[in-house]
Every structure is written in C-alpha cells, then in structure tokens.
DNA sequence: ATTGCCATGTAAGGGGTTACATGATTAT
DNA sequence: ATAATCATGTAACCCCTTACATGGCAAT
C-alpha cells in the first residue's frame, strides 16, 4: 500500500511560501487551490504534529494579535528535502467522482426535463466559480513572486476547466431539449 | 452526516439498463463511465448484499457459461423508485483532489523543467484517454437505445475535458519555458 | 505449463469529513 | 446582544482501495 498521505506534503509545500499555523494553512489552501485541493482541520491538525515529530517543521507558540496564541510552523531542511522528493515523483492520476455526470448519466430514469435542471444547477455554480478565479488572475498577475508562474498556471487551468464545462452545458441543453420524454 | 452511499445508486442505476452480477457491474463502470466514477469491488459485493435486504434489488443464482455461478441481480420497482428520488436531488459538488495541479502548484521548489515533465506525463496520460474516449463516441452514435443521449453528454464532456486539458498543457509549456530556474 | 479471464467475496487499514468542544476578541 | 472571525484540537464514523483467498475454464 504506497498510498502516501498526501496532506503531509500540501501542508510542507504551504510552509514554503511562509511560516504559516494550522488556521493559517487552512486558509491558504481554501484561498488559492481550493478548486482542486481541499483539506480539513481534522487532516491538518493531527498532521501538523506527526511532521513536527518527525523532525520535518518546527512550531513556535506566538501570543495572537487579536485572538488566542497561535503556533506558527516552519519548514526544515529535512522537510524541504522530503517535499522535493515527493514533487519529483509522477503524479498520481486523479480519482474523480462527478456527482453530476451520475445523474446525467442515468437521465434515461427520470427524463430529459428533470436531467436539464442538473445542468442548469451546474452552470449557475460554474458561472460563479469562474468570475472567483478571474477576479484572483487580475491579483496573480501583478506578482513578481518566484511562485506566481506556477500559481498562474493552475488557476488558468481552473478557468479553462470552468469555461470547458460553461460550453458544454450549452450544447447539452441543445441535445436534450431534443429527446422526447 | 448526511452522507448517502453513492455505491448504493450507481449499481441501481447500473441495473436499470439490465439485469447484472457484480462482475458485471464492476465491467459496465469501467468502461461507460470510468472517465469520472469508478468503484471497486470491495464496495460492489458488500453493497449488493444490503440492497438485497433491502429488497431494492433480487439475485438470482446462474450457472455460468464459461467459468464460476453467477448471481445475477434485477433492480425491484423499490429499487426504481429510490433510485429516481436520489436522480432528482441536486447533485453534491464534487470534491476534486488533482495531484498533477498540487505538483505544478509547487513548482517554485523544484523549478521550471521538472515541472515540465509532470505537464508532459499528463499530456500523454491525456491523449491515450481521448482516443479511448473517441473511439467509444463512434460506437455509441450508432445507438438508438433511450438512454443514448445521456451516455453522449457525459463522454462529449469528458472529450470536452480532455481536449481542454492538452489546450492547456501546451500553453503552459510556453509559459514555463519562459520561467528562469 | 502458465497466463488470463470469469466470478465472488472478505479483511485490514488508511484517508477524509463532519460535528463537537472551547473561548477570546471584534464588529454590527 | 449577537454574529463573525480567530484559533486549536478531538472523536466518531464512513468511504474506499488494496490485498488476499479461491477455483474453474480457455487459450498460447
């Protein structure tokens, strides 16, 4: 079973952009690839200690400015070491489980009017996805950070993906709306 | 925890086309919607036990043609009507964990040309999925079956996917090439 | 001989989410 | 007053994959 836990290295890779706590990481994570990455607090937290264990970050307790203390993360040599070995490795290809394509596959059961409005609910929620990511390229393109190039390139592929599904719902509604019930 | 079995549905869904063992549901998901749902069939025996008891779904024994019994299963109208009441729900977003994005994401720490190699392994991962993915397209245009029309949305979007993805490979070639190490 | 397909199933165990618990500060 | 944000953490529990077990038949 070479199933690596994945969060260990999102929480490294964070922690090379800076010393960030468990809320911080969170947060991060739901600001810039929560498209296609999602982590919890009950991921992060107890991860958090094993790596600090192991040696691969180490934590400082900070009074919080405006709240309680913060421990606040940062990356050793050994954890950048053990990221970059991961980060050289093949990727694993993606488990995907689209609730909507279920549906839609199985639209014969309940009808062409009924299957529309999956793809209606979908469109709606691609729609506002999409205007998300485009307001955070305007930001993105202002960086000049060593990161922004790769930041750049998932979002844009985000937008892709967004405008991707947009173009498909069109043509879908199309073909449907042709099938007798 | 709202959390509903969606093993549950898909084999129901499975045996709305016809009547199916578990060796059979297993090939039917791998080669009609593998692209963006699979299951295994350490989830397909327990779960066809408990739809069973359910009295959702009745087996019956076989002898095999070639080869072991068979327990072959028919979907009961409870099964029908279930079925159809989970159809109508909106679908959940999905959650998406892309480690191809999340390597690429992190690029800054192993530089522009190892990232590159992830960009070109998804390339060619890509491209064999859409030959795949056309190939079956062919097939199923000749199809006059009532569910004929769900099946062609969900594969045109899965070639929509793939066609936009090697889109996006290619930009992103150009941009990282353009990324000083 | 041995690989591959047909066919059904179980056990182990990690991965991951949700809900809960706690409590201070700040804004409305 | 009340809601929202900051902040850390645990417990329960489901989801799901992987690996294993078993064995007959067909093809190379």
Redesign the interface.
């Known amino acids: 079973m070479a199933r690596l836990n994945?969060t260990r290295?999102?929480i490294l890779?964070c922690l090379?952009i800076e010393p960030m706590s468990g809320y911080d990481v969170k947060r991060f994570i739901d600001r810039?690839?929560s498209?296609?990455?999602?982590e919890s607090y009950g991921q992060i937290y107890p991860t958090l200690q094993a790596l600090e264990e192991e040696g691969l970050i180490e934590g400082e307790r900070e009074p919080g400015e405006r709240g309680p203390d913060r421990v606040v993360f940062r990356i050793t040599n050994a954890g950048?070491e053990d990221?970059?070995r991961w980060?050289?490795e093949?990727?694993?290809?993606?488990?995907?489980?689209?609730?909507?394509?279920?549906?839609?596959?199985?639209?014969?059961?309940?009808g062409?009017s009924?299957?529309l409005q999956?793809v209606e609910?979908?469109r709606e929620?691609t729609r506002s996805e999409l205007d998300r990511l485009a307001a955070a390229e305007v930001e993105l393109e202002k960086s000049a950070a060593?990161?922004a190039?790769?930041?750049?390139?998932?979002l844009?592929?985000g937008m892709?993906?967004s405008?991707?599904v947009l173009?498909?719902c069109d043509?879908?509604e199309t073909?449907?709306r042709?099938?007798t019930p």
């Open positions: 994945r290295f999102t890779g090379t810039t690839i498209h296609f990455w999602n950048r990221l970059g980060l050289l093949p990727a694993e290809p993606a488990v995907t489980r689209y609730e909507h394509s279920l549906k839609l596959f199985f639209g014969h059961v309940i062409p009924a299957s999956h609910r979908l929620r060593s990161w190039p790769y930041w750049l390139a998932v844009r592929g892709r993906y405008e991707m173009a498909w043509a879908t073909d449907l042709k099938v």
